[in-house]
């Protein structure tokens, strides 16, 4: 039986990064209090805006650092050449408590983060 869980534990794909870059992170006082997503802007809340995606997924975001977050994209961003993604105040400050800019890697996980129950309609 162990030998099952482990062959099983041990085929399987870790996930891949749906992209990596530069992240950076914007605030209220930098930006339109409303998002694109129509939600207002909060500094103290773990959000992101992204290119591309949709509203209401959440991903995960790894700083080369090692630190994680889990974010809600909710905005349209970055667009400055070079980064993949805009954090909130308070993601940024998960990943790195002084920098403004750092290596990520994104991983999408759906509509609902880890930890919460599926939404039930």
Same mark, same amino acid.
């Given at each position: 039986m162990l030998e099952l869980v482990a062959f099983m534990m041990l085929s399987q794909k870790p996930p891949s990064p749906v992209i990596d870059g530069v992240a950076s992170y914007y605030t209220v006082a930098s930006s339109s209090t409303l998002t694109a997503s129509g %939600?207002?802007?909060r500094d103290d809340l773990l959000t992101c805006a992204m290119l591309? +995606? %949709?509203f209401g997924t959440y991903? $995960? *975001? #790894?700083? =080369? &650092?090692?630190?994680s977050v889990v974010v809600k994209l909710n905005d349209r961003g970055p667009? *400055? =050449? @070079? $980064? #993949? *993604? =805009?954090l909130s105040k308070a993601a940024m400050r998960k990943l790195h408590p002084t920098s403004g800019l750092v290596n990520v890697e994104i991983y999408w996980? +759906?509509? &609902? !983060? !880890? @930890?919460r129950p599926p939404r039930i309609k």
């Amino acid at each position: 039986m162990l030998e099952l869980v482990a062959f099983m534990m041990l085929s399987q794909k870790p996930p891949s990064p749906v992209i990596d870059g530069v992240a950076s992170y914007y605030t209220v006082a930098s930006s339109s209090t409303l998002t694109a997503s129509g %939600e207002t802007m909060r500094d103290d809340l773990l959000t992101c805006a992204m290119l591309t +995606g %949709e509203f209401g997924t959440y991903y $995960r *975001i #790894v700083a =080369d &650092n090692g630190r994680s977050v889990v974010v809600k994209l909710n905005d349209r961003g970055p667009y *400055i =050449d @070079g $980064r #993949v *993604i =805009d954090l909130s105040k308070a993601a940024m400050r998960k990943l790195h408590p002084t920098s403004g800019l750092v290596n990520v890697e994104i991983y999408w996980l +759906g509509k &609902n !983060p !880890p @930890g919460r129950p599926p939404r039930i309609k």
